[in-house]
């Protein structure tokens, strides 16, 4: 019987300019370590998760391997590769570094740190299942479509998830996606668009409203209180 196979893409190839520093925000100092440990020291723990590969930008490829990699020493990183200018193109690059034959892929933001173990389980398991599955969460207030400055419809609150990372799949299928929207020049605002568009209905794992995307400094600090219990 052949033996599953996960790899973990750990994308940090984004710039952060809305957060301003000195460093790019995946890199951060949160609660006295980088931002990204978190989520790497999380795939490290995590039984289901076979290797690690990390995309960061080529001017960053020094400071992540001395400054992150070597502090924290995860066994699990199998490759660190360079991202490209979108972060389409960097989770290409880091699809491309993965050792084949991997069953699942789990893509995930490095600057998500807030990530769990249950939900990190639970996303590659039904993706297992599925083929496709991501977190999300369902929308809190009205939603409208807007065009002009004016209101044209209201939508159905309950049918609007906000999508979160990791988003998993099989690994052939959405390396497949990728190669086909990278040749027909398609950009698609997450993964799970591009597994939709090409490869078939993606799962929705109810995710965690405290799973947050760090983008501006407000956002880290809310990522301490968090991670301190405090909120």
């Known amino acids: 019987m052949k033996t599953r196979r996960n790899t973990a893409l750990v994308v940090a190839a984004g710039g952060g300019s809305r957060f ?25 723990r995590c039984n289901l998760i076979d290797e690690v590969v990390l995309v960061v930008a080529e001017d960053y ?50 600057v998500r740190p807030l990530l769990t173990m249950d939900l990190l389980r639970k996303t590659i398991e039904k993706a297992a299942e599925t083929g496709g599955a991501i977190l999300a969460v369902p929308f809190r207030e009205s939603v409208k479509l807007v065009e002009g400055g004016s209101i044209v419809r209201t939508l159905i609150r309950d049918t609007v998830w906000i999508a979160q990372t990791p988003q998993v799949f099989r690994f052939e299928s959405i390396l497949d996606a990728h190669r086909r929207a990278e040749a027909a020049g398609n950009e698609a605002t997450d993964d799970s668009e591009l597994y939709e568009q090409y490869c078939g209905r993606v799962s929705i794992i109810h995710g965690s409203y405290n799973n947050i995307k760090i ?9 301490a209180e968090l991670l301190k219990g405090s909120v």
């Open 215 to 223: 983008t501006t400094g407000g956002d880290l600090i809310l990522a």
């Open 20 to 44: 301003g520093g000195e460093l790019p925000k995946q890199f951060a100092d949160l609660l006295g370590k980088p931002m990204i440990a978190y989520c790497l020291e999380l795939f490290e």
């Open 61 to 110: 490829l020094v400071y992540a391997s001395q400054k992150v990699v070597d502090k924290i020493r995860p066994k699990k990183i199998n490759r660190l590769t360079t991202g490209g200018e979108s972060r389409q193109e960097s989770v290409m690059a880091g699809l491309s570094a993965c050792q084949p034959g991997a069953d699942l892929v789990v893509i995930h933001d490095a």
